[in-house]
Structure formats: C-alpha cells, structure tokens
C-alpha cells in the first residue's frame, strides 16, 4: 500500500489540529495588569460562579437577540462578575439560518473554557466572542485570539495568487471599513482573477467584522489580518484567518452568493475642460430654449383663453341686448340654411340698405333677409338703433320685423308675396297710385294714415312730393 509523503502527511494534520481547535474555540488566558494590587483569590485572575453564570445566561439569549439583524452585544452583572457576550452571523445568512447556527454554536461553547474569563469561537456562519471587559480592541486579545486554517492544494501560480489576494484584500477592507457604525453590516465580498487560462484562476474573498467596531477599528483589525494568509501559509488555494474582532476568508471555489459583488455604480469619468465647457453651454443652450418654448406655449394658451373669454362675454352681452330691446335673434347659421346660403336664385332684389333674399324657415314660414352691403356706411349703433326702431312699429299694413342677425347684420321680414308698397305707388300698373291721386294731399294722407295707426309714433323729418 503506497504511503503518504510526509510534507503532505504534515499539511493534513495541521489542517485538522486547526479545524479541531477552531471547532473548540480559542480560550484566552486572562491579562495581565502590573499596575494592579495584589488580588484575592476571586480576583480577575480566578473565574468567579457568579461570572460563569453571566455568561451562560447571556449565551442562551443571544441566538434570539442576534437572528434579527445579524449581531448582538449583550452584557449581565456588575463589578468585576459583569460578563460581555457577543454575536455575529455571516453577512449573508438570512435571520432564520442566523438563529439555527447561533443556537449550534452556542451549545458548543457552552462546554468550553469554562475556566475562562474571555473566549472567541468560530464556526462555519457564526462567530461568539465572551469577555470581562468590553474593551477588547486591542493587540492582547487579537494576538492571543488569532487563528489560521489554508488549504492543503497549492496554486499553480504562487506569486500571481499572492500579488492578486493583496489587491482584493485592500479593496474589501476598504469596502467593510467604510461601512462602520453599529447599524452597519461591516462586511464585503469580491472575487479577482490570478491566472486568466487556469479554469480555477479566479480566487474569492470575504471580509466582516464585530460590528461594535468604528470605521477605523474596523480597518486596522483587519488590516492585521491581511499579512497572516501570505506568511503561514504561501501557495495555497485558500485559507481562513480570524481574531477577537474581526475575519476574513479567501478560496478559488464560491462560497457565498454572487450577487453580493455587485458593483456599486461607476461615478462618471471627468473628461477634459474644453469637453466640460462645451457640455455647460450646450446644457446652457438647451435650458434656454425649453424656457422660450415653453413661455411662448404658456402665452399662447393664456392669449387663447383671453379670446374665447371676450367671444364668449360679448356674446352674452349681445344676446341681453337683444333680449332687453325686445328682438328676436336668428343665428346666421339657421339663416343660411333658409336662404340656401343665400343662393342668387332666392335674392328678390338690392337697395340702399343692401340685398334681399327670400328664405323659408323650417316650419315653413316664408321669410325676407335684408343683409347690409360691405360698402355701406352705416355702423353699428345706427344699425342697432334702426332696429329697435322697427321692432317697436306695430300696424296691421306693415310688414313685421322677425329678428335679426348681428353676426352679419342682417334683418328678417314677413315675406310679402305681391311685393312692396313702392311697386304699387310708382309703377305703371292700372292700380291706383299717388300720381294718380287729384292732389298730393290724398297721397300723404294716406301715408300720415299709417302713421298714426301705429302703437309707436313715427316723427316726420320732412314731407315733400319725392319723400
């Protein structure tokens, strides 16, 4: 049967001398103080009953306190029987595999260093510390409590392999250390490659502390940690180092979630001063015309608004005025539809006022719009008033004013089928007319006659024998 080499031989046994020790914990000698007067027996030299109960009773509530959020510091008694007990669970275990291993470990530690007043103990995703004191940063306990464990399998690449972990390792305890304060995790990952063509040339690490650390305590423990892997054990695939306070682990296999080396995002890279002028006046620019634009959209809006709001008042103003004087308004679009948007074939003839169209509403009723020329002269006011004026002359042989159109200034009669009074008093008909008559008088009595059958009386400017 073929033996094993010695160097390897030697390599397993360390390896498990060191995994049994970890396993156990590391139980530490009490510190010395010189400065201190002789003590009693039950000095801080002696593990007090009444401090192995502290710290039992604080060891069977720290699973419970620390699942929650990962860590927990507890303390119990007083004077020198007051015990400090501290938990912490991997960075990346959920709170309910956080509680199972804090329970194992605890139970394990409960059997050891017994006779001890301060221990630290590891385990795969948990780690608890116990002491008299909670000033525990510092050389004595990183020193008595420090552990290694490596890999027996070397890398095909040893001074690559160290010169990559010394990068990766700078970067993670820059990573964990800036996180510091209680509430934070304190602890980060990464990996790195160290050989491109070897399919295992990628290494991974992890670094955490006690979260009770500052920022900078935080960087200086395991800143002490940093060189331990590279000197015990050079070569190797990979390797545990851990302290009172702090640990980290570096492997060529994963060991925990990826996704945690997700990479913050980049800042953006700087570019040159001219680039950097250029992007400000362009921005500058574009600023500029978003705000002229947009102001421009805003007052066309606001002038759109001011229009219809003036359409809309005038309007109702013309439909008070209309309705206070007693007429009756035709919209231009009914008058349009009567008269066949007055068509030549309805126009029944032109005078001074303008042109004449015959319509039919849609009842029926045949209608006479009268609609002003372009060209003629007369406003608005005089329109308005010639209009009242005519709505108020109520008389059994006038034709009736229906309504009126502003829009286009147009008026509405009664049709009259035989035509008008002018037709009858001037024309060559047998019918009898003002020329006609023996003597002027009879024709403007007749004339004066509707006149003064009116509800309104009509004042006469001037009577003449062309009037």
């Known amino acids: ?44 030299t002696t593990n007090s009953s009444a401090f192995r109960t502290n710290v039992l009773t604080l060891l069977n509530a720290l699973p419970q306190a620390v699942a929650p959020t990962g860590f927990a510091s507890l303390s119990l008694g007083t004077g020198r029987d007051r015990a400090f007990v501290r938990g912490l669970c ?108 070897d399919p295992k ?65 980049a800042a953006p890279t700087p570019g040159s001063p001219d680039e950097t002028r250029r992007n400000t006046r362009l921005q500058h620019v574009i600023l500029a015309v978003a705000i002229s634009v947009g102001t421009l ?60 169209f015959k319509g039919e509403m849609q009842d029926g009723m045949k209608i006479a719009v009268k609609r002003l020329s372009k060209d003629s002269v007369q406003g608005f006011g005089e329109l308005k008033n010639e209009l009242v004026l005519a709505n108020k002359l109520k008389h059994k042989n006038l034709v009736q004013l229906l309504g009126v159109c502003l829009q286009e200034k147009l008026l509405v009669y009664e049709y009259m089928p035989n035509g008008s009074l002018d037709t009858i008093i001037f024309s060559n008909s047998p019918i009898s007319s003002c020329q006609n008559f023996s003597t002027p008088l009879v024709c403007y009595s007749a004339v004066f006659s509707l006149s003064g059958a009116c509800v309104s009386q009509i004042r006469r400017r001037h009577t003449n024998s062309i009037g």
Do not use: H
């Open 1 to 44: 049967m073929p033996t094993m080499p010695s160097r390897a031989l030697a390599l397993v046994l360390l390896l498990l001398a060191a995994s049994k020790a970890a396993s156990q914990g590391v139980c530490i000698d009490p510190r010395p103080s010189s400065a201190a007067a002789p003590a009693p027996p039950t000095s801080n």
């Open 201 to 265: 040339g990628t290494m991974y690490g992890l670094v955490q502390c006690m979260r009770d650390l500052s920022a900078s305590q935080c960087d200086w423990c395991l800143q002490s940690l940093v060189p331990v892997l590279p000197t015990c054990c050079y070569g190797y695939q990979g390797g545990v180092a851990r302290n009172f306070n702090c640990l980290l682990r570096i492997q060529i296999y994963t060991f925990y979630d990826l996704a945690l080396d997700a990479p913050p995002p």
């Open 297 to 356: 959209f805003v007052l066309v809006v606001v002038l759109a608004c001011v229009r219809r709001q003036r359409k809309r008042i005038k309007a109702d103003k013309e439909q008070q005025d209309n309705a206070g004087e007693g007429l009756n308004y035709i919209s231009l679009q009914v008058l349009r539809v009567a008269t066949s948007n007055f068509s030549i074939n309805n126009k029944l003839g032109e005078g001074g006022f303008g042109e004449v």
């Open 90 to 197: 991997r960075g990346d275990t959920t709170p309910s595999q956080c509680l199972a291993d804090m329970q194992a470990s605890v139970i394990d530690l409960r059997g050891r260093c017994a006779s001890n007043r301060s221990a630290a103990a590891y385990y795969d995703k948990a780690y608890i510390t116990f002491a008299d004191t909670n000033d525990t940063i510092n050389l004595y306990y990183e020193k008595r409590s420090l552990n290694a464990l490596y890999d027996v399998l070397t890398v095909s690449d040893p001074e690559s392999f160290d010169q990559t972990y010394n990068v990766l390792m700078k970067r993670l305890v820059a990573r964990a250390a800036s996180e510091g304060g209680n509430t934070s995790a304190m602890f980060a990952t990464g990996e790195a490659v160290y050989a491109p063509s």
